[in-house]
Each structure stands twice: as structure tokens, then as C-alpha cells.
């Protein structure tokens, strides 16, 4: 019996893969990504070396609203728990800190970073003296304001 659902499934596999796969056979025989390299330019997003940097949570777009700066946090800590919430512009490459000497849970969460107000403030999670914090920082003044603790 397990034998026969087997043979169904590969049949059923086979089927589907000949019906809409066949293009992605040819393109797993070479580089999957070559239409789309034509006219693009790929490259760092942040060029300072001998750090940890990591985007926003993967629920959340590092990029801002109108796509010209990416948020992202940056640490020279070897497990990555402390370190900058950071901004780069995109065209410049010029990077602020928006809020330094942050402390996290992990380096795969790091503080949470994310965009709010349209793009004008960025909210993150920070441990101070033990206790949780969540705190925005306005983009353009750097003004930090704790909006609730624990």
C-alpha cells in the first residue's frame, strides 16, 4: 500500500512538474536569477567592515516608506546583542545612528527596528538596567522618547 501511494505521488510529481516545471528545470540547470541581473546593480548595502549587521525582523521592511534609506542594526559585539540602530541612504551611502549603546535579546531579533509615522520615526526594543524598552527616535532630529517600559 505505501508502495502504490508512493508510485501516485511521483506520478502526480512528475505530472506537475512537466505541466508548469519545465522552465524551472532549465533554469535549476543554470543561474535562476540571470533575467533578473540585466540592469541591475547589486552591491553592499552598507560598506563598514568587521561588524554584525542585520536588517529589521523579518516581519518588517527594512526599507523606508518612500525606499531611500535602509534601517538596519549594527553591532562590533562578538555575539551581536549590543550595538546601533542605524540608518543608510540608499544613494549616498552615508549612514546616521539613530540610537547607540542598545542592548538586545539576540542577534537574530536584535532590537526590533522598525519604521513608523510614514517613515518619520524609527521604534525599537532596548534593556536598560535589566527592564525592557520600547523607544522611538525621530529620524530627522534624533530625538529618543521611551514609550513604555517592561
Not at 567592515?49 to 523606508?64: D, G, K, L, M, Q
Not at 525599537?124 to 523607544?135: A, L
Request: proline share 4%.
Amino acid at each position: 500500500m505505501v508502495l502504490h501511494m508512493g508510485r501516485v505521488f511521483s506520478r502526480l510529481w512528475i505530472a506537475t512538474l512537466l505541466a508548469i516545471g519545465v522552465p524551472s528545470l532549465v533554469y535549476a540547470q543554470g543561474d535562476p536569477l540571470t533575467p533578473w541581473r540585466n540592469g541591475v546593480t547589486v552591491r553592499d548595502a552598507v560598506g563598514k567592515p568587521a561588524r554584525h549587521t542585520i536588517h529589521s525582523y523579518y516581519v518588517c521592511n527594512p526599507e523606508s516608506p518612500e525606499g531611500k534609506q535602509i534601517l538596519f542594526f549594527a553591532s562590533t559585539a562578538a555575539n551581536g546583542y549590543s550595538g546601533e540602530v542605524c540608518i543608510v541612504d540608499r544613494a549616498t551611502g552615508v549612514e546616521t545612528v539613530l540610537a547607540r549603546d542598545i542592548h538586545t535579546e539576540d542577534a537574530h531579533r536584535v532590537a526590533c527596528q522598525q519604521w513608523c509615522s510614514g517613515g518619520r520615526r524609527v521604534a525599537f526594543h532596548d534593556v536598560i538596567d535589566g527592564r525592557w524598552n520600547v523607544s522611538v527616535v525621530d529620524v530627522s532630529t534624533g530625538q529618543r522618547r521611551t514609550l513604555i517600559h517592561d
